[in-house]
Nanobody
Framework: QVQLVESGGGLVQAGGSLRLSCAAS????????MDWYRRAPGNQRELVAHINRDSTTNYADSVKGRFTISKNNAKNTVYLQMNSLKPEDTAVYYCHVAIAAMHFWGKGTLVTVSS
């Protein structure tokens, strides 16, 4: 069973930065793609950023140029650096991994961006 624990959320003013972390039990990052999703109040969950096993990345159009996903395989941790934050980035952010057709999610960390 994979456990994912997010941290790093909080309250920040528009234009500020936060770095989210997702720590995983077990050494999964070197063999699995990882994602960050978010769910804003009243909205559906959306994919924010994706990092492949070879560390290539993909981003939602809404965060391109502002967010950066990265990982440290030795620390079993994936990060989401968020810069130039906007009020519309306010959401609960979730770490996700799919392994052998099973989906694992963290409990999420709340990011609130004030205007």
């Amino acid at each position: 069973q994979v456990q994912l624990v997010e941290s790093g959320g909080g309250l920040v003013q528009a234009g500020g930065s936060l770095r989210l972390s997702c720590a995983a039990s077990g050494s999964i990052f070197s063999s699995s793609a990882m994602d960050w999703y978010r769910r804003a109040p009243g909205n559906q969950r959306e994919l924010v950023a994706h990092i492949n096993r070879d560390s290539t990345t993909n981003y939602a159009d809404s965060v391109k140029g502002r967010f950066t996903i990265s990982k440290n395989n030795a620390k079993n941790t994936v990060y989401l650096q968020m810069n130039s934050l906007k009020p519309e980035d306010t959401a609960v952010y979730y770490c996700h991994v799919a392994i052998a057709a099973m989906h694992f999610w963290g409990k999420g960390t709340l990011v609130t961006v004030s205007s």
